[in-house]
């Protein structure tokens, strides 16, 4: 029962809002602190952080308590890297702190992202990409809505106690309007 109260609490200390530019600097400090690691057994390189850089392309959502930033979700517009083709595409990556996750703050956000994106007219396709052993997050998408579209096989390459492995990727979509 206290575990319950605590999560209730936390919901209650949760801000969820666009990123603002007074802001941004903050944010980038942020990205910059998010571990290195994708789990406790996989080390991510410099190359797999570029991802979480800053891009002023992108839109971002940030999820804060007692105002510290904990969890984002970007959303890349994709007619800026693919043009006119890909103008009806957004592409989204969501990220929680670890002390944070399977707190509801992952189904805060994309609640909060998808109002947001009913705005955009033009916007008729969400997609994300994740590894195919993330679980959690492939059930957070599915509870809204999202279909697995593809299975990117060996889509990552990983050492997983100093032995290389290859994990599949999943692409997932939601499909606003036809």
Known sequence: MEQNKSVTNLQEEISIKLLKDEQKQEFIH??????FYFNEDVLL??????????????????????????????????????GYHQEHCIEVHINIAKEYQNKGIGKTLLEYMLKHI????KISKIKTKMLENNQAAIQLFESFGFVKEA???????????????????IYMKRILRK
């Not at 942020?30 to 571990?35: A, E, G, M, R, S």
């Not at 190359?47 to 979480?52: C, R």
């Open 30 to 35: 942020y990205l910059q602190t998010i571990p």
């Open 45 to 82: 390189d410099e190359a797999d952080l570029k991802n979480f850089e800053f891009n002023d392309l992108n839109e971002y959502i940030i999820a804060t308590v007692r105002k510290e930033i904990i969890g984002h979700i970007a959303i890349q517009y994709q007619e800026y890297k693919y």
């Open 118 to 121: 009913q705005t955009k007219t």
């Open 151 to 169: 299975v990117l096989e060996k889509e990552w390459k990983v050492i997983i106690k100093d032995k290389e492995e290859y994990i599949n990727g």
